[in-house]
């Protein structure tokens, strides 16, 4: 990134091929989908996950486009020891990280009525793994003299409030503290974008709408979709473009952005 590719074709744009993607929370419902779409745009992809035997899972799973090959790490976010530890893991089994998508994610089901002091503390602390896998990256190409790119996964619970009556009466409201998380992820993209630039880092967000998985209550979905201008909820794959915009050189003159992928949601 930051070459000169006046000549450079859309499809070269796009194209992963010989770059490293880790990808934290790599066998979750939208990891998953992330881990796939870099994998099939060429990237190597190393899949993370508190839980090895699944990361390996994952990537055994993954196309190979040309060279690339895939690997599983365990990585758990809220432990620092494991933030260092799983970010050289990757680094030993691939050879460089490149790209990194902070899209792991561990909270407590518990909202505003009911959140303890610890379970709010204990969720804000998946910002600060996000910072120290991000820090991680950009000392790790600055080393290597090489760029890099870093992809948050916000909300656009981080921009907006919920609607308390989509919750009401069937689950637990939108969590409080879920929203203090997401704000601040976005913000520290910013931050990190202005101080990181002139290190050949790009800093970007990408903050999904509604996307939930099967396991959300049915009749929540349904009030969710009055909410969205086009009707209707997210599927994973429709979050790929925008996932592989801001890790590849389409996107070497963003950084320091919040992109909503969430059907209009926050358009009104």
Same mark, same amino acid.
């Given at each position: 990134?930051?070459?000169?590719?006046?000549?450079?074709?859309?499809?070269?744009?796009?194209?992963?091929?010989?770059?490293?993607?880790?990808?934290?929370?790599?066998?979750?419902?939208?990891?998953?989908?992330?881990?796939?779409?870099?994998?099939?745009?060429?990237?190597?992809?190393?899949?993370?996950?508190?839980?090895?035997?699944?990361?390996?899972?994952?990537?055994?799973?993954?196309?190979?486009?040309? /060279?690339? %090959? #895939?690997?599983?790490?365990?990585? +758990? !976010?809220?432990? %620092?020891?494991?933030?260092?530890?799983?970010?050289?893991?990757?680094?030993?089994?691939?050879?460089?990280?490149?790209?990194?998508?902070?899209?792991?994610? !561990?909270? #407590?089901?518990? +909202?505003?009525?009911?959140?303890?002091? +610890?379970?709010?503390?204990? +969720?804000?602390?998946?910002?600060?793994?996000?910072?120290?896998?991000?820090?991680?990256?950009?000392d790790h190409v600055v080393a290597r003299g090489a760029t890099g790119? $870093?992809?948050?996964?916000?909300?656009?619970?981080?921009?907006?409030?919920?609607?308390?009556?989509?919750?009401?009466?069937?689950? $637990?409201?939108?969590?409080? !503290?879920?929203?203090?998380?997401?704000?601040?992820?976005?913000?520290?993209?910013?931050?990190? /974008?202005?101080?990181?630039?002139?290190?050949?880092?790009?800093?970007?967000?990408?903050?999904?709408?509604?996307?939930?998985?099967?396991?959300?209550? /049915? %009749?929540?979905?349904?009030?969710?979709?009055?909410?969205?201008?086009?009707?209707?909820?997210? $599927?994973?794959?429709?979050?790929?473009?925008?996932?592989l915009l801001l890790a590849s050189d389409a996107g070497s003159y963003?950084?320091?952005?919040?992109?909503? $992928?969430?059907?209009?949601?926050? /358009?009104?």
């Open positions: 990134m930051g070459e000169d590719m006046s000549d450079s074709t859309v499809q070269q744009l796009f194209d992963l091929s010989g770059r490293i993607a880790l990808i934290t929370g790599g066998s979750g419902y939208l990891g998953q989908s992330f881990c796939r779409a870099l994998a099939e745009s060429g990237a190597t992809v190393v899949v993370a996950s508190r839980q090895l035997s699944r990361a390996r899972q994952v990537a055994d799973g993954l196309p190979r486009v040309g /060279a690339a %090959e #895939h690997f599983g790490v365990e990585l +758990d !976010q809220l432990d %620092e020891q494991s933030v260092a530890t799983g970010f050289r893991a990757a680094v030993d089994v691939a050879g460089a990280v490149d790209i990194l998508i902070n899209n792991g994610q !561990q909270g #407590h089901a518990m +909202d505003l009525t009911n959140v303890t002091a +610890d379970a709010f503390s204990s +969720d804000l602390r998946n910002a600060t793994g996000y910072f120290l896998l991000a820090r991680h990256l950009r790119a $870093v992809v948050m996964v916000g909300s656009m619970y981080g921009v907006v409030g919920s609607y308390p009556d989509a919750y009401d009466g069937l689950c $637990v409201a939108s969590p409080v !503290q879920y929203h203090a998380l997401k704000g601040g992820i976005i913000h520290m993209t910013r931050h990190l /974008a202005v101080y990181w630039g002139k290190d050949g880092v790009r800093v970007n967000c990408l903050s999904p709408g509604p996307f939930p998985s099967e396991k959300a209550p /049915a %009749e929540m979905v349904e009030r969710l979709k009055t909410k969205s201008p086009l009707g209707r909820m997210g $599927v994973p794959q429709e979050l790929n473009g925008a996932v963003i950084t320091g952005q919040n992109l909503l $992928v969430d059907g209009g949601w926050t /358009a009104w």
